[in-house]
């Protein structure tokens, strides 16, 4: 269980950074209105799948699921990577960075 909360802050801090880059980006940068209910609605959303995550680590921490190779800081860093990769794109966009899919690229040379 210690191992969970000792992840908490760095989950909250990229839940922080996917909000406040995607929320600057749509009214800075896209010009659209900005919305406290949209707000609201994200953080809402933001904090159940925070829980979600945490909650599956806290089960899989006290349940002998070994035989799925699932760990409870398997878990927690799934989602951190989550929320950090969404951030990430937020600034990226923020910053005018284009990605292109280079997998798309690739099947269409095999072709």
Request: hydrophobic share 45%.
């Amino acid at each position: 269980m210690q191992e969970i909360i000792s992840y908490l802050p760095l989950l909250g801090i990229v839940i922080l950074i996917n909000i406040t880059t995607g929320t600057y980006y749509n009214v800075k940068i896209e010009d659209i209105s900005f919305s406290w209910n949209k707000l609201l609605t994200g953080i809402i959303k933001a904090l159940i799948v925070g829980t979600a995550f945490v909650g599956l680590s806290y089960v899989f921490d006290n349940v002998d699921l070994g035989s799925l190779n699932i760990t409870p800081t398997m878990v927690m860093l799934s989602a951190i990577a989550l929320y950090a990769g969404k951030g990430i794109q937020n600034l990226s966009k923020i910053l005018g960075i284009t990605t292109t899919d280079t997998s798309k690229t690739e099947e269409t040379e095999k072709s």
